[in-house]
């Protein structure tokens, strides 16, 4: 029996961000019942990013485009 299991897209922004030479982390927690999820991403020429959002692929999506200056 094959498992396979499925690429999420935050997953798949995420191993963009490392192939690109950015490090990142993420955090989920709970704040007044609601999860909030935290995306911090930084590169060794001092370049960084730190993304809030309720949502975690729209955090992802947002982080992707600050990483890519659109």
């Known amino acids: 029996m094959l498992f396979c299991r499925a ?3 935050w997953e798949t922004i995420g191993e963009k961000l490392r192939k690109a ?4 982390g993420y955090v989920r927690f709970v704040r007044n019942g609601q999860y909030i999820d935290c995306i911090d991403a930084h590169r060794g020429d001092g ?3 730190i993304v809030w959002s309720d949502d975690r692929l729209r955090a992802f999506l947002e982080l992707e485009r600050l990483v890519n200056g659109r």
């Open 21 to 24: 030479g950015w490090t990142w």
């Open 47 to 49: 370049k960084r990013h």
């Open 7 to 9: 690429v999420k897209q």
